[in-house]
């Protein structure tokens, strides 16, 4: 195969470095966002602007969406101006945001409809890890199109996961993974809150959690890194994992699989969601808890 030209459709926190990194690793990147200062800065990068969907998918052979929602895929897959108007037959569509997989398998049906090759995989990690190259990748569909794709997929990650032949596999294992993920956070934030209640300083509750087997990469990053310090900064927001505990509950909810406890983890990020803190970084859910005891939970607080 001659090198892929490619399409990038979603330029946020974590579309942006990715696509970057194909600019730096030598493809010919078309790029393509809903906000024009989104595109410039990759433009100004070296990717060449888009101003739809659809000329994405005319200038390329492998079209990446890294975008919020399955409704922000469709909305830019489908459609007049649509990424599958623009691809010509046998191009490949990567579905790399996190969404439903019912949804990705929705896309890959579309995809087919349309004459192409769809698969799913969704990332792991952080916008750090976005910017460095380093993201867990965990691709469900077809392996030969998977394998196909893969130097694509090396070069904005560490390690690719193959989960499953059929599409919607890599957002499964997406999905687990982030209710773990936000489940974590939720707990350390309110035993945190119980140590300062009790006069601890938070710094130290970080340095010995961090020495046994509580150490977590939520305490270490999210919080020690950024929220503990009173940074608030979006990476990942909490718009975002409330999105996913919600994506968790529904697929819970068709498979008919009881999980109370990830239930009651949804229902603290709604509380952070209904407290104003939706567009904040997900640490930002130290605020629930500061708000529940009366004390501040940072740094230098106590
Ligand atoms: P973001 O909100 O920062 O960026 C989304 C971008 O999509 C925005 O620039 C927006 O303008 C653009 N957009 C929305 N609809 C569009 C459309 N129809 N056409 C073109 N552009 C459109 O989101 P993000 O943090 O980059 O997350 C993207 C996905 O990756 C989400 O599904 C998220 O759950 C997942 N994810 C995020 C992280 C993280 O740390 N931020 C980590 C792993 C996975």
Redesign the pocket.
Known sequence: MTTPRIGF????????PMAMNLVKAGYAVTV????PP?VNRLRDAGATAATT?REVGENSDVAI?????SA??E??VTGEYGLYRGLAKGAVHID????EPSASKRFAELAQENGLRMFDA??????A??AAGV?TIMAGGDPAVVDECRPILDVMGEIVYHCGSEVGAGAAV?VVN?LVSGGILVVVAEAMGLGVKAGVRPEIMVEVLGATGAANWQLANTLAQKALKRDYE????I???H??CGLGAQMAEDLKVPMPVSGLVKQQYEAAMAAGHAGLDWGGYLKVIEAAIGEDVAFGAA
């Open positions: 459709i979603g330029l946020g926190a974590m579309g942006a393509f966002d809903l906000s989104a969907a969406t890294m975008l919020p929602r922000h895929v909305a830019a790399m945001s996190t969404i969704p990332v792991g990690k952080s916008t890890a976005a993201l997406k982030n979006p990476g990942f927001a718009s975002l994992i999105k996913d």
